[in-house]
C-alpha cells in the first residue's frame, strides 16, 4: 500500500471517497448484486437506474410482474426517517403484487411498521461493500455486520434471494 493510500486510510475521514460518490456507490452495489443473482436464476429484473423516487427493482416471471422491491443497503447504525419510510411505503403500494423491503442492517422495530401492510420485510445482515470501501473501514475497525462484494457473499445472497423467492412464488 502506497503511502498515500496509508495516510488517507488513516485520515479522520468519514468515508473512503466523497460522500456523495459513496453513497451513490454503496446505493447502487446490493440492488445490482441481487438483479444479477435473479437474472442467474431465471427471472428478467429492471433496476432503477436514477435511485430516484420508484422502486429499485422489479422482477418477472413468464411475463408477469412478481415482485417490486425497495433495496437498503445501510451500515450499522444507520436510521430510518418517517419520511424516507414513508416514501419506501407509497412507492410499493403503487403495485399489487408482492413488495418487498430489502435491507442490511435495521432494527426490527424499525421495519415492522412494513409487515403490518402486507410489505415483505427482508433482512440481508449485512451492508455489502466494494473491497476499497470494506479495506477503509477494516483500517478503522469499523467492519461490524459489514463485508466486501466477493464470490462468498454472491452464494450467500444467492441462496437467501433463492429462499425469497420460493416463498413469493409457491
Known amino acids: 500500500m502506497t503511502e498515500f493510500r496509508r495516510e488517507y486510510f488513516m485520515s479522520k475521514s468519514k468515508y473512503p471517497v466523497p460522500k456523495t460518490k459513496y453513497l451513490q456507490s454503496i446505493g447502487k452495489l446490493l440492488p445490482h448484486r441481487i438483479c444479477q443473482i435473479l437474472k442467474e436464476l431465471g427471472y428478467k429484473t429492471w433496476m432503477n437506474p436514477n435511485q430516484g423516487n420508484g422502486v429499485d427493482i422489479k422482477v418477472w416471471h413468464n411475463r408477469r410482474l412478481v415482485l417490486v422491491a425497495e433495496v437498503l443497503n445501510w451500515s450499522v447504525g444507520s436510521y430510518l426517517s418517517e419520511k424516507r419510510s414513508r416514501n419506501i411505503k407509497n412507492n410499493l403500494n403503487q403495485y399489487s403484487c408482492p413488495k418487498v423491503l430489502i435491507h442490511t442492517t435495521l432494527s426490527n422495530h424499525e421495519v415492522e411498521k412494513f409487515a403490518d401492510i402486507d410489505i415483505i420485510v427482508f433482512k440481508i445482515g449485512y451492508q455489502l461493500l466494494p473491497k ?13 455486520q ?17 429462499t425469497l423467492m420460493e416463498t413469493i412464488i409457491h
Open 132 to 144: 476499497y470501501f470494506y479495506n477503509f473501514f477494516r483500517e478503522k475497525n469499523q467492519v461490524q
Open 146 to 162: 459489514r463485508r466486501y462484494d466477493s464470490k462468498e457473499t454472491r452464494e450467500d445472497l444467492k441462496m437467501k434471494i433463492q
